[in-house]
């Protein structure tokens, strides 16, 4: 069982940047590729951004290419999520998972879910 927990997340304004984080325990952390979804109020749960267990390949949605970036420090059992140029429809609750396959752009291929920590951008 692999126990994630998010922290980081709070209020920017437009154009601001955030940093959200993921720890993972126990340390299994480097069998696992590592995602970040994102669910807004009345919306379905969406992808963001994934990176493979080795960290030689990560991907991104349309929506955050270019001002999101995805990286894992292995040392640290750590998955970050740099935010930069935050609009506010990037407005949600940010969700860390892990899965043991190759990463994929479905909820469904995670094992592991965090709790989730709301991310609010507005002026």
């Known amino acids: 069982q692999v126990q994630l927990v998010e922290s980081g997340g709070g209020t920017v304004q437009p154009g601001g940047s955030l940093r959200v984080s993921c720890v993972a325990s126990?340390?299994?952390?480097?069998?696992?590729?590592m995602a970040w979804f994102r669910q807004a109020p009345g919306k379905e749960r969406e992808f963001v951004t994934a990176?493979?267990?080795?960290?030689?390949?990560?991907y991104y949605s349309d929506s955050v290419k270019g001002r999101f970036t995805i990286s894992r420090n292995d040392a640290r059992d750590t998955a970050y999520l740099q935010m930069s140029n935050l609009q506010p429809e990037d407005t949600a609750v940010y969700y860390c998972?892990?899965?043991?396959?190759?990463?994929?752009?479905?909820?469904?291929?995670?094992?592991?879910w965090g709790q989730g920590t709301q991310v609010t951008v507005s002026s």
């Open positions: 998972a892990a899965g043991q396959t190759a990463p994929t752009l479905v909820p469904g291929g995670y094992d592991y």
């Open positions: 126990p340390s299994t952390f480097t069998m696992y590729a």
């Open positions: 990176i493979s267990w080795d960290g030689d390949t990560t």
